[in-house]
């Protein structure tokens, strides 16, 4: 049976080590990026879940996630925002 891949979009190092960690414990194969740009840059479709930072650099995470849900081959990966922001403030309206 082959394992479920997840992919965590971070620029938090500490943090991301920390879930990859956690999940790998619980039997998931784990990769990293720290930047929309770099995950942008792996095959995507291999993932089952992709754990999102919303706060990232050029491309938000918010951006990204409009990307692969643009795209056929992405649309059906279930994404999971992780943030510190603890309000909105219109984030998704500045992203289009």
């Avoid at 039997?27 to 879940?49: H, P, R």
Wanted: aromatic share 6%; net charge negative; proline share 1%.
């Amino acid at each position: 049976m082959a394992t479920d891949r997840i992919l965590i979009v971070d620029d938090e190092e500490t943090l991301c080590e920390v879930l990859k960690l956690n999940l790998e414990n619980e039997g998931y194969d784990v990769d990293i990026a720290f930047s929309a740009e770099q995950a942008l840059g792996y095959n995507l479709k291999e993932y089952s879940l992709i754990l999102l930072d919303i706060m990232m650099g050029e491309i938000s995470g918010i951006k990204m996630a409009k990307i692969l849900k643009a795209d056929v081959a992405t649309t059906d990966i279930p994404i999971i925002f992780c943030t510190a922001r603890d309000t909105d403030n219109g984030a998704e309206s500045r992203c289009r």
